[in-house]
C-alpha cells in the first residue's frame, strides 16, 4: 500500500486559517471514515488531532477541524498561532485492515 | 493517567538480533490495540502493525510482514518488537502508540525508542 498524498509544506501567518490536504484511494480514505491526523513537533512523539474524519479527542483546540470529500480528507487549522508549526501526518484505515501514514507537511508560521 | 514507557535507545551491528519494549499502565492493557510506528532520519511517520494483547491477534503493513515480530505478555502490560537480523535501513526511532476509538488510531504514544545499526 502506498502512503497518502500530502504537500510537503505550507505556511501562514498568526491569525489565517491554512487547510491540509490527503489523498488516498478508495480502499483507503475514500472508502472508510477511519480519517486521523497527527501534530508532531521536532523532537516529540506524534500526537492525536482528529479521529474519525472530524471528531477531536478531549483537550484538542475547537481551531483544528477535519472533513473529507471522496478520497481526499482535509486538517483545517484557523487562528493560526505560532505553537501550530509542526509537522502533520494524516493517516486512513485500509482495505487490508491495517492503516497508512501520508507522507507528512511541514506547517510554517511566518 | 495513560502512560507508555518504551526500553531505552540501542547500538547494534548488522545481522543482529533486538527486542525493543513499550510497557503499558494506567488503563486496561488486555483491551486496547498497542501499534508500532517506524520514523527514520528526518522522514515521516510509517505505519508498521498492530496487536492485541488480550489474545495476541496482529496486523501487519505489507511493508514490515516478515521484518519485524510483534508480541505482547499480557501478564506485565507490555508489547514488543524485534528484529532477528538488523540492517543498516532498520535505524530509526521507532513508537508504540496505543489504539482506540474506530480502527487502530493511536490516542497515547510512547516517548520513542531509537535504534542505530551500525558497524
Known amino acids: 500500500q502506498s502512503a497518502l498524498t500530502q504537500p510537503a509544506s505550507v505556511s501562514g501567518s498568526p491569525g489565517q486559517s491554512i487547510t491540509i490536504s490527503c489523498t488516498g484511494t478508495?480502499?483507503?480514505?475514500?472508502?472508510?471514515?477511519?480519517v486521523s491526523w497527527y501534530q508532531q513537533h521536532p523532537g516529540k512523539a506524534p500526537k492525536l488531532m482528529i479521529y474519525?474524519?472530524?471528531n477531536r479527542p478531549s483537550g484538542v483546540s475547537n481551531r483544528f477541524s477535519g472533513s473529507k470529500s471522496g478520497n481526499t480528507a482535509s486538517l483545517t487549522i484557523s487562528g493560526l498561532q505560532a505553537e501550530d508549526e509542526a509537522d502533520y501526518y494524516c493517516?486512513?484505515?485500509?482495505?487490508?485492515?491495517?492503516?497508512?501514514f501520508g507522507g507528512g507537511t511541514k506547517l510554517t508560521v511566518l | 493517567e495513560v502512560q507508555l514507557v518504551q526500553s531505552g535507545a540501542e547500538v547494534k551491528k548488522p545481522g543482529e538480533s533486538l527486542k525493543i519494549s513499550c510497557k503499558g499502565s494506567?488503563?486496561?492493557?488486555?483491551?486496547?490495540?498497542i501499534g508500532w510506528v517506524r520514523q527514520m532520519p528526518g522522514k515521516g511517520l510509517e505505519w508498521m502493525g498492530v496487536?492485541?494483547?488480550?489474545?495476541?491477534?496482529?496486523r501487519y503493513s505489507p511493508s514490515f510482514q516478515g521484518q519485524v515480530t510483534i508480541s505482547a505478555d499480557k501478564s506485565i502490560s507490555i508489547s514488543y518488537l524485534q528484529w532477528g537480523s538488523l540492517k543498516a535501513s532498520d535505524t530509526a526511532i521507532y513508537y508504540c502508540?496505543?489504539?482506540?476509538?474506530?480502527?487502530?488510531?493511536?490516542?497515547?504514544w510512547g516517548q520513542g525508542t531509537l535504534v542505530t545499526v551500525s558497524s
Open positions: 502508540a496505543r489504539g482506540a476509538y474506530s480502527a487502530y488510531e493511536f490516542d497515547y
Open positions: 474519525d474524519v472530524s
Open positions: 478508495s480502499s483507503d480514505v475514500g472508502g472508510y471514515n477511519y
Open positions: 493517516s486512513s484505515y485500509t482495505s487490508s485492515d491495517t492503516r497508512v
Open positions: 496487536i492485541f494483547p488480550g489474545d495476541s491477534d496482529t
Open positions: 494506567g488503563y486496561s492493557f488486555t483491551n486496547y490495540w
